[in-house]
Each structure stands twice: as C-alpha cells, then as structure tokens.
C-alpha cells in the first residue's frame, strides 16, 4: 500500500503503567472513536506501516488508553511512543447525504456561485463550533482563506465526481 492509502487517526504520546497499555491522542470525533477500529496500522519514524490489533481501549481521565497485541510491557510500549496511528479507507463507515470525510474534500476546486475560482481546498481544522476550511489560491500558494463550513449558508454545494465546491463568499474577503 502507498502511503496515501492509510488515513491517519492519532499517535501513540505515552505509556500507561507497566502491562503494556498506551496512551493515544486520537483526531478522530469523539476522541474515543478511535477505540472502534479493531485492525490499526501503527508507523515508527523512519519504518513502514505495521497491522496491529487493538484488543481493547477505554477513556482513563483525560487520555485514551489502548491495549494492542503483543504488547504486554512497559518496555514494548515505550518503543511506541511516538508513532502514527492509521486506518485504511475500507474501515470507514459509509456516511449518509451531505456527509463528508475530510480526506475526500481536500484537495477539491473551491469556487464561488458566480464562478469564481479561489482555489483548492488545504486543509480543514475543527473551530468547536464548525469545521474550517484553508482554500489556497492557484495562482500564489501564500494567499490562504479560511472558510466556515456551513452546508447552505457558506458552502453551496460539494461534488465529489466534479472534484468541486462551490460557496457563497466574496473573493476579495
């Protein structure tokens, strides 16, 4: 597999006690989604993707703790600190209208209603009260403009096979 066929879910940032558990920082929303996905790839800096099975996870205070097979002390899982945690698009969920994977819109042509291109879509961030777009401009890859992602209101219309976004948004804001 290339590497863009992995998405990427967290990494591992610690250790948990001495049997082996890891902490995780999970992207995933709710953090704990990340536990729901029972075949990982976990990648070391500077190694390929690796399978592994996680065997269970649970919420522990303010962390994502994760038992993975074969890891079964602190040493092992100290050596995992640090790595990347991924799935492969075959595990997603299929998602109903208007529903979108972030990995499937980046990348798209964003326009405007009128027909005003402003770029491609960067990349997203969640704001806690709506996901954000980064539209990149064609033609100087320094002009970014970040966008609300407000199906309706911002964001008229996506069209995965078209590879387009159109907004309502004034190209000079």
Do not use: C
Not at 76 to 88: K, P
């Amino acid at each position: 597999m290339s590497q863009s066929d992995y998405i990427l879910l967290g990494n591992i940032s610690g250790v948990a006690g001495l049997k082996g558990l890891v902490k995780v920082f999970s992207h995933t929303e709710p953090r704990v989604q990340i536990t729901q996905y029972k075949q990982w790839f976990i990648q070391r800096k500077g190694e390929d993707w690796k399978a592994v099975k996680l065997l269970n996870g649970r919420v522990q205070g303010k962390n994502i703790v994760v038992q993975l097979d074969g890891v079964t002390d602190r040493n092992q899982a100290e050596a995992l600190v640090g790595s990347r945690i991924a799935i492969t698009s075959d595990q997603l969920k299929k998602l109903g209208n208007n529903e979108y994977y972030w990995k499937d819109l980046i990348g798209l042509s964003v326009e405007t209603k009128e027909g005003v291109q402003l770029g491609k879509l960067d990349w997203i961030f969640n704001s806690g009260s709506n996901d954000v777009f980064i539209i990149k401009d064609n033609d100087d890859k320094r002009t970014e403009r970040m966008l609300p992602f407000l199906l309706d209101d911002v964001i008229i219309s996506i069209d995965l096979e078209k590879s387009l976004i159109v907004v309502d948004w004034d190209p000079e804001f």
